[in-house]
């Protein structure tokens, strides 16, 4: 069974820092893209950050500068370290990941949602 377990968030104050970490687990063939999305209270869930297998990112426009996504393929993790906070910031981070997982002798795809891990920007 794939799973996606979350860690890393929490309260901190405007300007600070926190590293959000994604670690996938299960008959896992490959993965090949890890991203990273937020729900802000009472607002659309939207994608803040991507990773594709090869090293590719791309940002959303309100991070762009100040968070950092990346993996290691080694441990099928991937993680976002998010500097110079803002309130607009407070949302439940949810991590994505989508690739193929082996079931028997055939391959799968899988396209899999973490629970989310809240993250409170706030003096």
């Known amino acids: 069974q794939l799973q996606l377990l979350e860690s890393g968030g929490g309260l901190v104050q405007p300007g600070g820092s926190l590293r959000l970490s994604c670690a996938a687990s299960?008959?896992?063939?490959?993965?090949?893209?890890m991203d990273w999305y937020r729900q802000p209270p009472g607002k659309q869930r939207e994608l803040v950050a991507a990773i594709r297998s090869g090293g590719s990112t791309n940002y959303a426009d309100s991070v762009k500068g100040r968070f950092t996504i990346s993996r290691d393929n080694a441990k099928n993790t991937t993680y976002l370290q998010m500097n110079s906070l803002k309130p607009e910031d407070t949302a439940v981070y949810y991590c994505?990941?989508?690739?193929?997982?082996?079931?028997?002798?055939?391959?799968?795809?899988?396209?899999?949602w973490g629970k989310g891990n809240q993250v409170t920007v706030s003096s």
């Open positions: 299960g008959s896992i063939f490959s993965i090949n893209a």
């Open positions: 994505n990941a989508g690739g193929t997982y082996v079931q028997g002798s055939l391959l799968h795809p899988f396209d899999s």
